[in-house]
């Protein structure tokens, strides 16, 4: 059975979501909070990244359209150890600069609306309507 993982913010933004690892490592660029070395190396990776794994929106201009999918969020496969090593780096980067993270495992994400080999885009379950329980 895939499990899947999820490296998230550990607190809400001040819209409600909790952005994930490359969106929270790339806010602090973004921001200007970086130090130069900092900065430099995740320039560096970020074009590993996108030279070595699928970027889901660039594929599917919908996967994350929020009133087409709303909340929708990636999960990477376990299986895809290769990129949950390589995130590592950037979870490292946030702890440095003290940025709360949390990683969530799940065997159902929720209504997948893009896949590839190692990861795929979910759209959370809504409470009143997935709720498994009578009450």
């Excluded at 990776?45 to 359209?65: F, G, I, K, T, W």
């Excluded at 299986?79 to 949950?84: C, Q």
């Excluded at 159902?108 to 709720?131: I, K, M, N, S, T």
């Amino acid at each position: 059975m895939t499990r899947f993982v999820r490296f998230q913010s550990g607190v809400a933004n001040r819209r409600g979501e909790y952005p994930g690892v490359f969106a929270l490592v790339n806010g602090l660029a973004s921001a200007s909070m970086l130090t130069s070395d900092d900065l430099a190396w995740v320039r560096a990776s970020n074009e590993v990244a996108h030279r070595s794994y699928a970027d889901p929106a660039q594929l599917d201009v919908h996967c994350y359209d929020p009133a087409v999918n709303p909340g929708a969020r990636a999960w990477f496969k376990d299986s895809a150890e290769d990129l949950i090593a390589f995130t590592q780096g950037y979870l490292e980067m946030l702890d440095r600069y003290h940025i709360r993270w949390v990683q969530l495992l799940t065997a159902d994400p929720g209504r997948v609306v893009y896949e590839d080999a190692d990861q795929v885009v979910a759209v959370p379950y809504l409470h009143a309507v997935d709720w498994p329980f009578d009450r």
